[in-house]
């Protein structure tokens, strides 16, 4: 899994690919941070983050799914998957491998954003008048996020060997996940099963955790999704052995 990890890893860096993620990342969050004018936290009055933990799901929406689509689609269209897959290592291990690999780039978009604590918490009347434990939360909250959408990624590479539509089909699922249930649960017909069909979907959970409550179930949701995704992709990948 290790040496599938390094590949991964060093293939992003010898590329563009990471260096265009963390720049967007930090330019869309960065903007929408200080610049704009209905969400700069300059005119928000408030010492918090919420600004960058209410966009960075939106553009994690689709920064994720562009890192994740090229995992085994580019494997599939180059012919090498066999290749691959003939290694000394099972299924699960190559798919880990390419999932940590994926995670840890979209961590390391993440980690240049603690610059926003230190100078909100320098900017805060008084000065470290921010909640830091609901920002340790939110943070939280967003390698769970990033987890989850990440092994949706994973997924929609392993059905196609298009990266274009690989890309296409993980926008869609991690906004049905992220955001459908709750969509579909405003609909004024199901009564008492309405809070069950918002408990489904991502945002439900991952706007808990935002407010510094690390709560068991949470975790445990996010971390069952992203093992039943790992799992999906190890059956399509298997589906080569029926």
């Known amino acids: 899994m290790f040496s599938i990890l390094r590949k991964e890893i060093n293939s992003f ?4 690919i990471a260096y265009i993620v963390i720049g967007v990342f930090l330019v869309v969050t960065g903007l929408y941070m200080w610049f704009f004018p209905q969400s700069n936290v300059l005119d928000y009055g408030y010492a918090d983050l919420q600004p960058l933990f209410s966009i960075a799901p939106w553009v994690f929406l689709f920064l994720i799914p562009a890192i994740t689509m090229r995992s085994f689609a580019e494997e ?7 290749l691959l897959l003939t290694r000394p290592l099972t299924d699960l291990q190559i798919i880990l491998g390419k ?13 240049p954003t603690l610059i926003y604590y230190v100078s909100v918490y320098f900017l805060g009347d008084p000065e470290g008048n921010i909640d830091s434990a609901g920002v340790a939360g939110s943070y939280i909250g967003l390698v769970f996020l990033a987890a989850v959408f990440t092994s949706i990624g994973i997924f929609a ?7 274009i539509i690989s890309f296409i089909v993980a926008v ?7 955001t459908g249930f709750d969509m579909l649960a405003s609909i004024d017909v199901w009564g008492k099963l309405s809070y069950f069909i918002s408990y489904l979907g991502i945002q ?3 706007e808990t955790i935002s407010k510094g409550l690390i709560d068991s179930r949470d975790v445990l949701y996010f971390v069952s999704v992203s093992a039943l995704m790992i799992l999906a992709t190890k059956l399509v990948l298997e589906s080569r052995k029926w």
């Open 204 to 206: 439900f959970h991952y």
């Open 13 to 16: 860096l010898n590329s563009l």
């Open 172 to 178: 869609l699922l991690c906004f049905i996940v992220y």
């Open 157 to 163: 590479s392993s059905i196609s060997k298009d990266q």
């Open 99 to 111: 999932y940590f690999a994926c995670l840890l780039l979209v961590i390391f978009a993440l980690l």
């Open 76 to 82: 599939r269209k180059a012919g090498t998957i066999e």
